[in-house]
């Protein structure tokens, strides 16, 4: 773990998906990597959110908008305090991931991608989490993948962590101070 120095101004790694390519477990990853905060978006969802999707019913643009917002006024508070941060979050739409560099936080996109066949795989081993596998074509159905977006590092996820988590850094530039470039 390289803790972040006090001569790189605070910024954000957004580590985005569908649900099941590994958000969490890569964002937990490039946290201790780099000695950053970590911060997980399913955490922002509220109770009536978490639990209409645990019924199977995607949320739509209108209901993840308030979501967003609190994600980058969150990614603020961080990097106000002088902490860079590493948010684990969906960035399924383009104007979700437009919403976030609106909030005025330096920021770098890893877009974790996989085939809905890898997906739908690690989804059938997964428990006890309120998104259920059967909302995962809606996710691929709401995805606009990051074609043009210069700020975006793609990674294959059909790889062993430490391979993936190893490319995401790779992507990102780590320097010699141990922050991406």
Known sequence: MMPATTSVPAFAIVVMGVSG??????????????????????????????????????????????????????LRQCVMRGESVVL???????????????????????????????????????????????LLDSQFEALQPPADEPDVVVVDIDAPLARVVAAAVAGLGDGASGVPL
Do not use: C, N
């Open 88 to 134: 684990a979050f969906s960035g399924l739409r383009k104007a979700h991931r437009q919403r976030l560099r609106a909030s005025g936080v330096p920021m770098r996109f890893v877009y974790l991608h996989g085939t809905p066949a890898v997906i739908a795989a690690r989804l059938g081993k997964r428990a006890g989490h309120f998104m259920p596998a059967t």
């Open 21 to 74: 390519s590994g958000k969490s477990t890569v964002a937990q990853a490039l946290a201790a990597h780099y000695g950053f905060a970590l911060l997980d978006a399913d955490d922002f969802h509220s109770v009536e959110a978490k639990a209409q999707m645990a019924r199977g019913e995607p949320l739509t643009d209108a209901q993840r908008e308030p979501w967003v917002d609190a994600l980058g006024q969150a």
